[in-house]
């Protein structure tokens, strides 16, 4: 895949992050997204699960501003994606998925909703919310159950989540 390819590939996640449409990535996306999970899994902001998705968005904000907004207007444009967090993660999803991993613990709990795991339903919930096509949605989050039980574990979520967001080969 030749680097333009790439590019048009990883900015169109671009637009998953952009909740809010205005073409640019900030800290009321990371919010609106954790707001709109609380509400498609019927969790309140001001329980334990919904505290720690909130902090886990700012956290995750934190570290993809501290990556990608090369200005420092508190705002992350496509080409800063595309530039400055994309191509700074290419070669190592894994620290994508680390920035995420707070955010991503927390909705963990709270789209795991029996104690056992993360369903595959629940995983696809969980994209559509933050803005993945549903076809996608419903192909992404079967490829995470690797082993077929059932359930999706967190290190399986991480390492799909890095990939989806920062390599041209995930679908």
């Known amino acids: 895949m030749d680097s ?7 900015a169109s996640r671009f637009a998953a992050f952009d909740q809010d449409g205005n073409g640019y990535i900030d800290r009321e996306d990371f919010s609106g997204a954790a707001a709109k ?7 309140t902001a001001r329980c334990e699960k919904g ?11 934190q570290g993809m501003a501290g990556i990608a907004d090369v200005d420092g207007d508190q705002r992350v444009s496509r080409q800063e994606f ?23 613990h927390a909705v963990i709990a709270i789209a795991d909703e029996d104690g056992r795991g993360v369903t595959p339903l629940a995983a696809e919930r969980v994209l559509k919310v933050l803005g993945v096509e549903p076809e996608r949605a419903a192909r992404v989050a079967g490829a995470l ?3 077929a039980n059932g359930r999706i574990g967190e290190d399986d979520i991480l390492a799909g989540f890095a990939a989806y967001y920062v390599t041209p080969e995930h679908p």
Request: hydrophobic letters at 45%; charged letters at 30%; zero cysteines.
């Open 51 to 61: 505290q720690a998705l909130y902090y886990g968005a700012e956290a995750f904000w």
């Open 37 to 43: 999970l609380l509400a498609e899994f019927s969790t």
């Open 145 to 147: 159950d690797t082993d």
């Open 4 to 10: 333009a390819e790439y590019e048009r590939k990883i």
């Open 82 to 104: 595309i530039t400055g967090a994309v191509k700074r993660l290419r070669d190592r999803p894994q620290r994508f998925a680390e920035i995420a991993r707070p955010f991503l």
